[in-house]
């Protein structure tokens, strides 16, 4: 069974930087995707890569300030997080698809397995 594992999270002051991780196990995924949420919002799609590593997207609002990338050697993948900013305050998720999914941002319905999330909260 397919299982995704975020964990990383924690209290950063604002300006900071932070890495948060997915371990990944039970089966090959084609693309890796972090999303964030706030409770009372809908989810957004925060960057995602292609298991190749060939193809990276991000939402419009990360700017250069984060960066995905894949745990080479194992089944996984890291969200750098630079400049963090009071409204990066959520849950990140991550999530998998069995296939390569181009463009962004990528929607929740082609995801086919999810994490449990990891609270990321930035002060002030």
């Known amino acids: 069974q397919a299982q995704l594992v975020e964990s990383g999270g924690g209290l950063v002051q604002a300006g900071g930087s932070l890495r948060i991780s997915c371990a990944a196990s039970g089966r090959t995924f084609g693309s890796y995707a972090w999303f964030r949420q706030v409770p009372g919002k809908t989810r957004e799609f925060v960057g995602g890569?292609?298991?190749?590593?060939?193809?990276?997207y991000y939402g419009d609002f990360v700017k250069g300030r984060f960066a995905i990338s894949r745990d080479n050697g194992k089944s996984g993948v890291y969200l750098q997080m630079n400049r963090l900013q009071p409204e990066d305050t959520a849950v990140y998720y991550c999530?998998?698809?069995?296939?390569?999914?181009?463009?962004?941002?990528?929607?929740?319905?082609?995801?086919?397995?999810w994490g449990k999330g990891t609270l990321v909260t930035v002060s002030s």
């Open positions: 890569i292609n298991w190749s590593g060939d193809n990276k």
């Open positions: 999530a998998a698809s069995l296939y390569k999914v181009y463009g962004s941002p990528w929607s929740e319905d082609v995801m086919n397995s």
